[in-house]
């Protein structure tokens, strides 16, 4: 009898892997099959005849196997094959591969990725601003990563920072201590914090929880929310506070490409750019401003049909703006300050700074809550062992849905945490047994429902 292989998926007159393979095939998850080889592979499993498998010889071995060679899918982390650099496995990236050191394809291209920082640009420094009261905003949820920025920009730097706070119905209790903390303790900023009323967030939530199976959006709605604000203030600047492994997660979900990481810095292409913006009476943007409006841009009016064209489309981002559009009232104002802030040139650019460089060298989970501590008033998660993502109640529901439909071959994306978790693993400083822990009770990677799923349904209500 033959097989198709598992993780590997007849899809129209395609083969698709749902893994993360060894390099060079890392991004190689689709093969092109004449219209022979789609018909005789959509029958399978079978014994295949010699005219038959002449006809797949290319596929034999690797994407038709006989039962004896089908790979083994892991049911937990206990029957999970481990790389041996990080924490990456088989069960929480199903058809993760491995090579003969047994590590996986993220430590086999490690030094090859080492300057993929951020996708947006990296600053050192910033000047004052003279137009605006604020030097630059931030989008803090009150979580570890965010915290630490504005601990950086406020307390190290001396910047007069405005903090953009979106009160999703999810943030957890240690997130509002955090935040009401932050406000008494640091004099040098400004706090505002909005949320969408309740009827029109149900409408988004239901509508993204039908096309994702949960209903994170952030820090989408957070940009939408306030953007306007941005332009209105003339803010200079502004910052997400994501950690280098999430901007690094990106390109190993097959979401940016490695130019991606340095288009901020080619003169080239800036000058391509504003040359287009000059000729159709624009003016010029600077570093960082063509980032934002590209961001911006996605979220009122969908995804660059290039983008997608040429295979980097993104599941999450489309999924979040087809919900936006369920509430087209709230997108007016958006679209107002995009198309004002890009004829005025009063375009807030959207930057990051290098964790591990304002570290002295390496983002380090546990040193930082001790300074948030100590500086902010930081309040830690009931359980402390927890590192990633620290700012909502619902985190696991993200997780087990991303996981769940990966694991089925049901979403091309790979469960962002587990892409997270297993690049941080590298360079955290936690032992192996502490991201175990982690792994097993506080992320969402299980094939069975976490609690916190029934906390979400209940918001959305009965009629989903």
């Not at 003969?100 to 050192?124: H, W, Y």
């Amino acid at each position: 009898m033959h097989y198709i292989q598992n993780r590997w998926k007849l899809e129209n007159d395609r083969l698709h892997y749902y893994g993360l393979r060894n390099a060079p095939d890392m991004f190689k998850n689709d093969i092109a099959l004449s219209k022979k080889q789609a018909d005789i592979i959509s029958t399978l499993p079978r014994q295949l005849n010699d005219k038959e498998l002449s006809t797949v010889k290319a596929l034999l071995g690797k994407q038709i196997v006989c039962r004896d060679e089908l790979n083994t899918i892991p049911k937990n982390l206990s029957e999970a094959n481990f790389c041996t650099s990080c924490c990456a496995n088989d069960f929480i990236i199903p058809g993760l591969e491995f090579d003969s050191e047994g590590r996986c394809p993220m430590c086999q291209t490690a030094d090859k990725v080492e300057n993929f920082k951020s996708v947006v640009p990296l600053i050192d420094d910033l000047p004052r601003s003279k137009k605006s009261r604020f030097d630059i905003a931030l989008f803090y949820t009150g979580g570890k990563d965010s915290t630490y920025m504005l601990y950086y920009l406020s307390k190290v730097k001396g910047f007069r920072v405005l903090a953009l706070t979106w009160e999703i119905p999810f943030m957890s209790d240690s997130a509002r201590k955090s935040i009401e903390n932050a406000k008494r303790i640091l004099n040098n900023v400004e706090f505002i914090t909005r949320s969408v009323n309740q009827n029109d967030l149900r409408k988004i939530y239901k509508k993204l929880y039908s096309l994702s199976g949960n209903t994170c959006a952030c820090p989408s709605l957070a940009y939408l929310l306030f953007y306007p604000e941005l332009v209105a203030n003339k803010v200079p600047y502004f910052a997400a506070g994501n950690e280098p492994v999430q901007a690094l997660g990106l390109y190993y979900n097959h979401m940016a490409p490695k130019f991606a990481y340095s288009f901020a810095d080619s003169r080239i292409l800036t000058f391509l750019m504003n040359l287009g913006r000059i000729l159709t009476l624009h003016p010029p943007l600077k570093q960082g401003q063509f980032q934002t409006l590209m961001t911006m841009k996605q979220l009122a009016y969908g995804d660059n049909p290039i983008k997608n064209l040429v295979g980097y489309h993104s599941e999450l981002v489309s999924n979040v703006v087809e919900a936006i559009h369920e509430v087209p009232e709230l997108l007016k104002p958006f679209k107002r300050s995009i198309r004002h802030s890009s004829f005025s040139g009063n375009v807030p650019a959207f930057i990051n700074f290098d964790f591990d460089k304002i570290c002295g060298g390496k983002y380090d989970w546990n040193k930082v809550k001790d300074i948030l501590v100590n500086e902010c008033g930081w309040v830690a998660p009931d359980d402390e062992n927890k590192a990633l993502h620290t700012s909502c109640k619902i985190e696991k529901c993200k997780d087990y849905t991303q996981f769940l439909r990966f694991y089925n071959c049901e979403s091309k994306m790979i469960p962002f945490s587990a892409l997270e978790f297993s690049l941080a693993s590298r360079k955290c400083a936690r032992t192996k047994e502490e991201s175990l822990y982690e792994m097993e009770h506080l992320l969402g990677f299980s094939l069975e429902e976490p609690c916190e799923c029934e906390i979400m349904r209940n918001f959305l209500g009965d009629e989903i």
